[in-house]
Nanobody, 138 residues
Framework: QVQLLDSGGASVQAGGSLRVSCNAS????????????MGWFRQAPGKEREGVAMIYTDDGGTFYADSVLGRFTISQANAKNTVHLQMNSLKPEDTGVYYCLAVGYTSEACRGLVLPGAEPPGTAFGHWGQGTQVTVSS
């Protein structure tokens, strides 16, 4: 059974940096190869969950929401079982719970997850982490 463990959330001052990580356990190489799209959604209080950054694991292609472009960097490691999100120049509006997602999507569908209004995959289609809190104070 695939499990995603999110970690690294913390409270930081605006302008600071933070790295959150997602580690997939309980996966075989066959399962890992099928989870072609991994990345992060976030949810602020009272708001919908939104896609932040995704990586297409087959070719390493990365996709970012406009609000984080140039400030956040997503990367993969450990035979694609781990995904990191390096967040720089943090702003108060980056505050929220960050959730890791792993799903078997095409590159085009993966890119679509960071577009405004994108629907997060349900648990029948993707695997979600438990979330890690990021708080940015001004």
């Amino acid at each position: 059974q695939v499990q995603l463990l999110d970690s690294g959330g913390a409270s930081v001052q605006a302008g600071g940096s933070l790295r959150v990580s997602c580690n997939a356990s309980g996966v075989t190489s066959r399962v890992t190869s099928s989870l072609t799209c991994m990345g992060w959604f976030r949810q602020a209080p009272g708001k919908e969950r939104e896609g932040v950054a995704m990586i297409y694991t087959d070719d390493g292609g990365t996709f970012y929401a406009d609000s984080v472009l140039g400030r956040f960097t997503i990367s993969q490691a450990n035979a694609k079982n781990t995904v990191h999100l390096q967040m720089n120049s943090l702003k108060p509006e980056d505050t929220g719970v960050y959730y890791c997602l792993a799903v078997g999507y095409t590159s085009e569908a993966c890119r679509g997850l960071v577009l405004p209004g994108a629907e997060p995959p349900g648990t029948a289609f993707g695997h979600w982490g438990q979330g890690t809190q990021v708080t940015v104070s001004s």
